[in-house]
């Protein structure tokens, strides 16, 4: 970690400069700064606590000229849930990888423990005792859950034997309610399980300050629950917590104080007790509140689009992971299937789209037998799959909007595909089209998809796979990620 002094700059944007100082003097007025324990349960009064960590002023602006942070002045406490929110694109994401070292902002300086820091890495900040559960959880998928933890605790400056590691997943697991096989190898695991590694990673490192993006986004709701009495536990055993959701629930729930982001900016920071969901909304999307959107729906018609007869699968050890499961779905019709994650959805899902072959039983579409033909024979039969992972799975990193537009298409008529050969022209412009309708914030359809936020990678994929017109939609989590006006409108 390189600490730096430098003379105090002169930052742009004076008028929101001095809107963000005021938000920090009313903080500080609030009482003398003293450190004292908090008792478990008390409600935090900040500004009795210097801060942990300071934002002066942060800036960054991507490369391609987006502004994702614009001047940002912010306190975290010590023992404290942070709750941060904001719609798609809002800039959230870009604030914790500043503050953990996976981005170097533009602009403006964070003060840690009293003192200035720079982290040019996230080992830098892993060493100062700050952790970052992200978005999109980068684990080695080829190893095991205990042999990541034991790379990232040795990234961090700590040697930690792996029957060590195991045990500690095992215990802390145990004690805080969030159990993972440690011998798991991570390809295998839920979403929601790789979640909770990247929390048992910070609690083993014994991180400071957590900083979790989005870690409900993939959990059911009892799951939920339960992170978010851990989370609460964190923070009364002193650590600091930014906890990024775009559920107004969690966030009344849980949170001592609430931030919110509009397009790069911090438009507001509350207190919980003086927060209302009105109130969030109205920071969050100023004049255009999604309050009152009610869904159309049509009834379901009487065509069955697919048909699942006594489905048995099974898991990744053999186990039976789905016993004898029977569905019949009508055009027009919304079936949830509902559960813990890792009780057989992701089985189900997968042997609905055909990437696992069920060992009884038979999956019919539009009256075809599809129990074990490819993903693309549903293709041509109108099915559109949104599965959970993003990136690898439903997208190409690396590769633009157009290139993902066209590789998704494939075989679907009316698509950019002239037998073997890409129209382009064509690509681009159903690019766009998917961009317009669902509102994907984006510099434009050349940039690489990982250019895009998490919500807005999400309203893409459900944006091309609707564009399809399909008869019939598999999806896993389809509003996973999505701020309350695009998850409306997946609806
Ligand atoms: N690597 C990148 N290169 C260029 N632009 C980026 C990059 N990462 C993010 N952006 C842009 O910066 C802005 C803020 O993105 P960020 O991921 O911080 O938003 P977010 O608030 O986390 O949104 P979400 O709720 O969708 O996750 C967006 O306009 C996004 O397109
Ligand atoms: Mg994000």
Redesign the pocket.
Known sequence: MGMERRGSETLPGGDRLQASRQVGMELASLGPMFSAPRPPGAPIVTGQHSPLLSLRGITKV???G?V??DNVFLDIYPGEVLALL??????????V?IIAGVQQPTRGEIIYQGQRVRFKSPRDAARAGIALAP?NPRLVDAFTVAENIALAARLAGRKLGLSEVRSRVKKLGEDYGIEVDPDARVWRLSMGEKQRVEILKALILNARLMLL??PTTHLSPMEANKLLDLVRRLATEGRSIVL?T?RLREVLRSADRIAV?RK?RLVGVLRREEATQEKLLHLMFGERMPLGLVSRRRGPGDETVLVVEDLWIRGEHGEIAVRGVSLNVRRGEIVGVAGVAGNGQRELFEALVGLRRPYRGRVLVAGVDVTNARPSVRGRLGVAIIPEERLGWALVPGKSLVFNTALGLYSVPGGPFRGFVVDWGRARAISKEIVEHMKV???DVD?PV?????????RFIVGRELSKKPSLVLAMNPTS?L?VDAAEKVR
Request: zero cysteines; hydrophobic letters at 25%; glycine letters at 20%.
């Open positions: 991507y490369p391609g987006v994702a942070n904001g719609e798609n694109g809002a800039g959230k994401t870009t604030l990888s978005q993006d989005e990024i775009h982001m790069g914030r984006v510099s940039a990982e250019s895009m936020s998490g919500g807005n990678m999400q990620g701020d």
